[in-house]
């Protein structure tokens, strides 16, 4: 088990400020092969329209953190840390990260006792993705086969050969669990739609038509309503028919936000998590102080230590000297 583990991002103040990381959904992950399984087949060319559905329209509902066993590979500071503009954020295994984003308890309803029950085989299904734990990916010249569907993590932890050198491990996240939502103005009034009362529907704009959304403020407050509004006891705990109710609500919409390439994710990470920031070697001196002051000043992040990246002056390959 490692000690540690790193993620590479752009340098974003206001991530010091609300703690949210983004998981990125199947339609914005960068390799045109990811959650995309093989769909080939010898059978019947119905059945090969079939496995090419299933393919096109699996794990939409899924979101993953990418992270990394090393913190000073060249190609990853340029390709996700902004050019060497960017930062790396080391995060200590030892404390919790992201295990709090579980699914919910799938239900069912038993018609022989009308009401809701637990559906055992799609919880099974829900566990072996292991929500919120880190997870290694592994590398083949092949792709995973749509037939092998049951089998979830393979999909989810395979990628080409072509991308060993990230050495990568991941975070797998129910979009159904995000804190907080960016999506385009064009789904607003679907998701309004959807609610019994939008009093609390507060969207606050961030440019490009595009919208932060409290989104799981929002649906706690649909869901305490509607467990208000029953009158029998149920025959499951009231907080999994809430959340039930929770994602019959986000169902209307998630497919078709999360299709949207433009629509972020958000999670809160917690700040005891965070061990470390390491600064690009190209991050300017006005932001080195802004972020040390920054950091300096929070209560939460106090604890982080700073490193800026230097050049090596004989190789190739970057060192690290700490700032606070």
Not at 150 to 174: A, D, G, M, Q, V
Not at 302 to 314: F, G, L, R
Request: charge should be negative.
């Amino acid at each position: 088990m490692l000690n540690k583990i790193y993620k590479y991002t752009p340098l974003r103040f206001d991530f010091f400020d609300n703690l949210l990381l983004r998981a990125s959904q199947k339609y914005a992950l960068n390799d045109p092969f990811e959650l995309r399984p093989s769909h080939h087949s010898e059978t019947n060319s119905s059945d090969m329209k079939h496995f090419e559905e299933l393919a096109n329209a699996s794990y939409f509902d899924y979101a993953v953190i990418s992270l990394s066993e090393t913190n000073n590979n060249l190609l990853m500071w340029s390709h996700y840390a902004d050019q060497h503009k960017g930062i790396v954020i080391e995060f200590d295994t030892s404390k919790p990260l992201f295990e709090s984003y579980k699914d919910f308890i799938a239900l069912k309803f038993d018609e022989d006792i009308e009401g809701e029950v637990i559906d055992i085989e799609e919880n099974e299904r829900r566990e072996n993705i292991k929500a919120g734990s880190i997870q290694r990916v592994r590398y083949n010249s092949k792709r995973p086969n749509i037939k092998n569907f049951e089998n979830i993590l393979e999909h989810f932890l395979i990628k080409s050969e072509e991308w060993i050198y990230e050495k990568e491990h991941r975070i797998i996240l129910p979009l159904l669990t995000a804190d907080f939502i960016i999506t385009h103005e064009k789904f607003l009034d679907k998701i309004a739609f959807t609610l019994y009362d939008d009093e609390y529907f507060n969207r606050t704009s961030v440019g490009n038509s595009m919208y932060l959304i409290d989104i799981k403020n929002l649906l706690n407050k649909e869901g305490e309503r509607y467990i208000n509004e029953l009158y029998e006891s149920p025959l499951v705990s009231y907080e999994d028919i809430k959340n039930s109710f929770i994602e019959s609500i986000y169902q209307e919409y998630l497919k078709e936000i999360s299709e949207d390439p433009r629509t972020i994710f958000l999670y809160k990470t917690p700040p005891e998590s965070i061990k470390s920031i390491y600064l690009g070697c190209r991050v300017s001196m006005a932001d080195r102080e802004k972020l040390i002051k920054k950091i300096t000043k929070s209560s939460k992040l106090s604890h982080v230590n700073i490193y800026q990246a230097i050049t090596s002056p004989t190789r190739f390959e970057l060192e690290f000297k700490i700032l606070k």
